[in-house]
Every structure is written in structure tokens, then in C-alpha cells.
């Protein structure tokens, strides 16, 4: 019998870091100049109504600034789902996906909770207008996967203690590592404290055993993952997904490309 394990994020890589950052404000401009630098990817959550008002985003120039990376919803008008009526949800989120859409030119698939706050019925809501993740508030100070992509607990806040996970994060090991990191860029101006990014990102960016993504990205990948179809004697993979998978088998990596059939 073959050993087969699911320890690889593409490229062959066991470890990934994702960036999460909310509201769509200018400061995002700056992070954006230090991620890329790094080469690392981060997913932006805006809120379509602040969109052209004083202190946020132009529409029309959100496409450019944020290329390379991902935007997606964060309601409307930034309210606390919990206190709102399901219909309000509803039209909270329609309406942020829609007109983020029109903005970026791509279908929008992912949100973060605004004020980390949720409950089962925003869960219902948000999954029934196409968003497949959503990012809560919860610091799991861990590199595990999230057991459901729409209450996917981030990893931790930039502000709480980043540096102590670097080290952790890249030390020798052979299991899968998820690092998402949530914040708001605003805050490195209020706290002037830009270094912590920065520093970060010069640790963790640029290497070639880390893979950096968006959070959708993360999602696509997990779900190609769990769509492979694997014979009984574990000999044989195919990829019905559009996009390479990569695992270990008998201590080798391995990579299923999309739509292939492979046999060892
Ligand atoms: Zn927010």
C-alpha cells in the first residue's frame, strides 16, 4: 500500500502565507508597495459605500491599485451583522459584491465579518449570494487549516505579538503551515509603527519554500485538493480541477497538473 499524504501547497511547498487586510483605506497603498516587494499576496475587504468618499478609494483606480491581489466584500456600510435583519444582511452583502464587481471586473467570492461579528444566519446569507470564505476575528495563534472556510479563524492580528510566529512558522518540518495574518493598514500610521510590517515581511516574503497567496487562492487550492479522485490502491490521481495538486507519496512529492491523470 502507497502512503499518501496531503502535505504540499503548489510548487511542492508544505508552508503558505496569506495577508487579510479591511476597510479600503489609503494606507492600503503603502502595505501594498511592502507586500510586493516581498512577494507576498494579500486579500483587501472593502465596504462599496465608502468607495470615492474622502479617506477611501477611488472606484475607478481600485482595479490598478489593488492587481496582484484580491478584493473582496465587507458588507455594504460596514454594519454588525448580528444586530441587522436577515433581509439587511442579505442586501448588505448583494449589494458590496456587486458593486466591488463592477469595479474590479472579476467575480468577488470571499468576505470578512465587519467587527469580526457573525452568527448562523449571516453564515446562511453570505453563502447563498456565491461568497465562499469569510474571515472572523478569532486568533487561533496556529498554522492549521480552517475546518469551515466560511468561519475561517485567522492565524492572528498583525499587532499581537507577529514576530513570535516567524520562527515557529518556518522551522524544519515536513506538515502543511497556513499563516494568515489579519489587520488594517490604518493602524501602522495611528501606531506609527510601519517597521513591524516591514520587518515582517523582509523575514517571511521572498523565499522559495513558502507559497504566497490570496485567501481565494487558498480556497481554490484546498478545494482542488479534496475534488481528486484517487483509485483504492492509491496508485493512481486525477485531477478533474483547473489547477495543479501537489501531495506526498511514499516521502516523494507529487504533482497531479489539472485535468491529468497520473499513475506511479
Ligand atoms: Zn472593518
Given at each position: 500500500?502507497h502512503?499518501?499524504?496531503?502535505?504540499r501547497?503548489?510548487?511542492g511547498?508544505?508552508?503558505?502565507?496569506t495577508?487579510?487586510?479591511d476597510?479600503?483605506?489609503?494606507e492600503?497603498?503603502?502595505?501594498?508597495?511592502i507586500?510586493?516587494?516581498?512577494g507576498?499576496?494579500?486579500?483587501?475587504?472593502l465596504?462599496?459605500?465608502n468607495l470615492?468618499r474622502?479617506g477611501?478609494m477611488p472606484?475607478?483606480e481600485?482595479?490598478?491599485?489593488?492587481k496582484?491581489h484580491?478584493?473582496?466584500?465587507h458588507m455594504?456600510?460596514h454594519?454588525?451583522?448580528?444586530?441587522i435583519p436577515?433581509?439587511?444582511?442579505l442586501?448588505e452583502?448583494?449589494?458590496?459584491?456587486?458593486?466591488?464587481?463592477r469595479a474590479?471586473g472579476?467575480?468577488?467570492?470571499g468576505?470578512?465579518?465587519?467587527f469580526?461579528?457573525y452568527?448562523?444566519?449571516?453564515v446562511?446569507?453570505?453563502?447563498?449570494?456565491?461568497?465562499?470564505?469569510?474571515r472572523?476575528?478569532?486568533?487561533t495563534?496556529?498554522?492549521?487549516?480552517?475546518?469551515?472556510?466560511?468561519r475561517?479563524h485567522?492565524?492572528?492580528?498583525?499587532?499581537?505579538?507577529?514576530a513570535?510566529?516567524?520562527e515557529p512558522f518556518?522551522a524544519p518540518g515536513?506538515?502543511?503551515?497556513?499563516?494568515?495574518?489579519w489587520?488594517?493598514?490604518?493602524e501602522?500610521?495611528?501606531?506609527?509603527n510601519?517597521?513591524i510590517?516591514?520587518d515582517?515581511c523582509?523575514r517571511?516574503?521572498?523565499r522559495d519554500?513558502?507559497w504566497?497567496?490570496?485567501n481565494?487562492?487558498?480556497v481554490?487550492?484546498i478545494?482542488?485538493?479534496?475534488?481528486?479522485?484517487?483509485?483504492i490502491?492509491l496508485?493512481t490521481?486525477?485531477?478533474?480541477?483547473?489547477?495543479?495538486?501537489?501531495?506526498?507519496?511514499?516521502?516523494?512529492?507529487?504533482e497531479?497538473?489539472a485535468g491529468k491523470?497520473?499513475?506511479?
Amino acid at each position: 500500500m502507497h502512503r499518501v499524504v496531503f502535505n504540499r501547497f503548489p510548487g511542492g511547498v508544505s508552508r503558505c502565507l496569506t495577508m487579510s487586510y479591511d476597510d479600503g483605506v489609503p494606507e492600503d497603498i503603502r502595505l501594498i508597495e511592502i507586500f510586493n516587494k516581498n512577494g507576498i499576496k494579500s486579500t483587501f475587504f472593502l465596504n462599496s459605500i465608502n468607495l470615492d468618499r474622502d479617506g477611501f478609494m477611488p472606484s475607478e483606480e481600485i482595479k490598478n491599485i489593488y492587481k496582484g491581489h484580491e478584493i473582496a466584500c465587507h458588507m455594504m456600510t460596514h454594519p454588525r451583522p448580528t444586530t441587522i435583519p436577515g433581509t439587511s444582511k442579505l442586501v448588505e452583502t448583494y449589494e458590496d459584491r456587486k458593486i466591488l464587481e463592477r469595479a474590479c471586473g472579476y467575480p468577488v467570492r470571499g468576505l470578512s465579518y465587519p467587527f469580526g461579528n457573525y452568527d448562523d444566519e449571516t453564515v446562511e446569507v453570505i453563502k447563498s449570494v456565491g461568497i465562499e470564505y469569510a474571515r472572523t476575528t478569532v486568533s487561533t495563534r496556529s498554522f492549521d487549516l480552517p475546518k469551515d472556510f466560511l468561519r475561517w479563524h485567522p492565524t492572528c492580528r498583525h499587532r499581537e505579538d507577529l514576530a513570535e510566529l516567524v520562527e515557529p512558522f518556518l522551522a524544519p518540518g515536513d506538515d502543511l503551515r497556513l499563516f494568515y495574518v489579519w489587520g488594517h493598514s490604518y493602524e501602522f500610521s495611528r501606531s506609527d509603527n510601519w517597521n513591524i510590517i516591514e520587518d515582517f515581511c523582509r523575514r517571511v516574503g521572498g523565499r522559495d519554500d513558502v507559497w504566497y497567496a490570496t485567501n481565494i487562492e487558498v480556497v481554490d487550492y484546498i478545494n482542488a485538493t479534496k475534488a481528486l479522485r484517487i483509485s483504492i490502491d492509491l496508485d493512481t490521481f486525477y485531477n478533474p480541477s483547473a489547477i495543479s495538486v501537489w501531495l506526498t507519496v511514499d516521502g516523494m512529492t507529487l504533482e497531479i497538473p489539472a485535468g491529468k491523470t497520473v499513475k506511479i
